[in-house]
């Protein structure tokens, strides 16, 4: 409240310094006079005459397209400050603080991707970090090889990339809700508006009170696609098939699948908007399918190895489909912000609070209504198309679909937490929304007329009583932002980092910490060690975890066994056997020493000649040489080598043709997308620009 009331002081008293200096300062005769507010402005008039006359030519040449711009760029930059401020807590630049959800320290774990394409380059396709290895490029779940994350991961490192990655992705949803605004033709302070509220929205900011980073940044990223396909339906030209394309590209690597699966169930409300009159498809549909194609190409660096290596994936699934909540009680959830009653099993939620929020305002939804109720004619497919897509939406996330198709697809059961897909009903919520309050402002409003000033120089101001609507408009604002910062509290894990040094291993032997307390598997992970017998969002379905050289855990072990260390209280204990390489000789074991990261590594031996074992997990691209000649690897879920008496050295290198033939194809598709538009530019006509 002291805020609001500062900035209501600040403006009366600069209203009033205006209207004084008005009254006061002379404006010098003959010389063009710069005003503010119908007010003389010596600063104002001194900058003009300094203005070059080839600047001021270029800057008038075209007003109405250069004020046009100008006020985009302004519009995009209020969206991302509003990001900036709601993500405030976030923007806290030290590594050892975390959002206190429970599984941000495994929910970024991928962006290490990145850390190690810059420390190794080709040994970052190979995760050697967990639960025995497994290929980097075809992890669905974490976004990892979004170029937002890659950039903000490459700059600031893996817990301040994430941090960024999450503000950045507000403000992506606050620029795709502004896109479909302006492709609807939305006022400006309209969808200015509607973008704010997508912002700050609860789909987005609610799901980092479990810690999820790819849930904000999958949800803007599909947002961001949904306004691409707009643009094709609406404007239906090759640089709008083009833009589709690119951006559903990002949208497929941007991870986790449930938004994607429901951007899918949008196809048919898109397709809506290009019938003819006849009901027939507009041929537009042919850039649709272009689009399409030109996306799984621009992904492949990411679906080949994903359909590669996917049947020998295993999730947790369910069925029943538990975790979503009845249709008929969804609508609320856009209403309600209350963190205790997402924190209860009312109206058949379940008691997660990160799942089911998305608070927009009573506003937003009764604008909706108005919008539905006050649709011109010419509007009525497109109101439609987002009716409906918004009801597709609640109901995907009610799990009814999935319920009924489950039996015929068993594999459906895998998305156990469709409740996600209802965030995609929040651009064509706040799009019909901001419709309705244009279809407001279209009516006749009463003014008030103020005077100001005495006599000659007395001014008169109209202010409309539509004005008015900006006031619940701000305030639905406010209550979003207080709303998400419930989940946005940050946490100090600074001990985590100082006691995990107590597993480092002489080689790479792998070490498990405590189950299920995911705040050690970053701290763990950014020391450099290898940890197993971790939960994760997928394993390898038909083995198990390496077992670890050192164990800390809380669970009770053979009272013969004894403790060799403590992390932070919890007891360690050695397993001596249980290490990463070693030679399997007539003799014996003999323990080998192993360096590398990712999918380059060394292993140096003094043996009597036997099977080499490295416990990392064999797949496809790996390969091995051992005192430089190359050599088979043998039929063994371990890396496994046959290796000579003597000293040797034995490295291992994973370098798959499907991350080859993924990379290939993609750079196909970016070649694709540069030659059309270049050829799109050449043939468009010119634009005449006559000089004033």
């Known amino acids: 409240m002291l805020v609001y009331a500062g900035v209501i002081v600040a403006v009366a008293l600069s209203a009033l310094v205006v209207f004084v200096a008005r009254r006061q300062i002379v404006p010098p005769a003959g010389r063009h006079q710069g005003h503010v507010f119908g007010a003389y402005s010596p ?374 937490h469709v409740a996600h897909m209802a965030s995609l009903a929040v651009p064509a919520v706040l799009a019909l929304a901001g419709y309705g309050l244009d279809r407001l402002l279209d009516l006749p409003w009463p003014g008030w007329r103020l005077g100001i000033g005495r006599r000659e120089a007395r001014t008169t101001l109209s202010i409309s009583a539509a004005w008015l609507l900006a006031i619940p408009l701000v305030i639905s604002l406010r209550t979003a932002d207080d709303f998400d910062q419930n989940f946005m509290v940050m946490m100090d894990v600074s001990r985590a980092y100082e006691e995990v040094v107590r597993l480092e291993t002489p080689s790479l032997e792998w070490v498990t910490v405590p189950f299920g307390e995911h705040f050690w598997i970053e701290a763990g992970l950014d020391d450099g060690l290898k940890l197993t017998d971790v939960l994760t969002p997928f394993w390898w379905g038909d083995r198990k975890a390496p077992p670890p050289l050192l164990e800390a855990t809380r669970y009770d072990r053979p009272a013969d066994l004894l403790p060799v260390d403590h992390l932070d209280g919890v007891p360690v204990y050695l397993y001596p056997e249980n290490v990463y390489a070693y030679v399997e000789a007539a003799s014996g074991t003999v323990p080998c020493n192993a360096r590398g990261v990712g999918g380059d590594l060394t292993v140096r031996c003094e043996s009597g000649g036997g099977n080499l074992v490295v416990r990392e997990n064999a797949w496809d691209g790996w390969s091995a040489t051992v005192n430089g000649t190359s050599a088979d690897l043998g039929q063994s879920r371990w890396l496994t080598v046959i290796v000579s008496p003597g000293p040797v050295e034995v490295r291992l290198r994973y370098l798959p043709a499907d991350a080859l033939i993924g990379v290939l194809l993609s750079l196909v598709g970016v070649a694709a997308v540069l030659l059309l538009w270049l050829r799109e530019r050449r043939h468009e006509p010119r634009e005449e620009v006559t000089e004033p």
């Open 43 to 416: 600063v104002l008039t001194w900058a003009r005459d300094r203005v070059s006359p080839s600047l001021r030519t270029s800057i008038t040449a075209h007003p109405a397209i250069r004020w046009s711009r100008l006020a985009t760029a302004l519009e995009i930059l209020a969206i991302g400050g509003w990001a900036l401020w709601v993500g405030r807590n976030l923007l806290n630049f030290d590594p050892h603080v975390w959002p206190t959800g429970v599984e941000f320290g495994i929910d970024i774990y991928a962006f290490h991707f990145w850390e190690q394409l810059r420390q190794c380059a080709l040994c970052s396709l190979w995760n050697g970090m967990l639960n025995g290895g497994a290929p980097f490029l075809a992890d669905p779940f974490t976004g990892h090889l979004h170029p937002l994350p890659a950039v903000a991961t490459l700059l600031a490192g893996v817990v301040n990339g994430a941090k960024i990655t999450v503000v950045a992705s507000f403000w992506l949803a606050g620029v795709s809700q502004w896109w479909i605004g302006s492709l609807i033709g939305l006022r400006r302070w309209s969808r200015l508006w509607t973008a704010l509220a997508a912002t700050s929205g609860a789909h987005l900011a609610a799901r980092m009170e479990l810690g999820s980073v790819a849930d904000p940044l999958s949800a803007a990223s599909a947002s961001l696609a949904l306004a691409a396909s707009f643009d094709l339906a609406l404007n239906r030209n090759r640089k709008s098939a083009l833009r589709f394309a690119v951006i559903l590209a990002l949208a497929m690597l941007a991870g986790h699948g449930y938004y994607q699966i429901a951007l899918v169930f949008w196809a048919p409300w898109v397709l809506l908007m290009i019938l003819t009159p006849k009901v027939r498809l507009d041929p537009v549909w042919r850039e649709f399918a272009l689009a399409g194609a030109i996306a799984v190409l621009l992904a492949s660096v990411f679906l080949v190895p994903f359909l590669h290596f996917w049947p020998q994936v295993e999730k947790f699934i369910d069925p029943t489909f538990r975790g979503s909540q009845p249709f008929e009680y969804i609508p609320l959830n856009f209403v309600v912000h209350d963190w205790d009653f997402f924190a209860t099993s009312i109206l058949g939620k379940t008691p997660y609070p990160y799942l089911h929020p998305l608070f927009l305002g009573w506003p937003a939804v009764l604008l909706a209504v108005v919008g539905l109720a006050l649709g011109k004619k010419k509007d009525a497919r497109l109101l439609l198309a987002l009716s409906l897509g918004a009801l597709t939406m609640m109901w995907l996330a009610s799990g009814v679909p999935f319920r009924w198709l489950v039996g015929v697809a068993p594999f459906l059961a895998r998305l156990r």
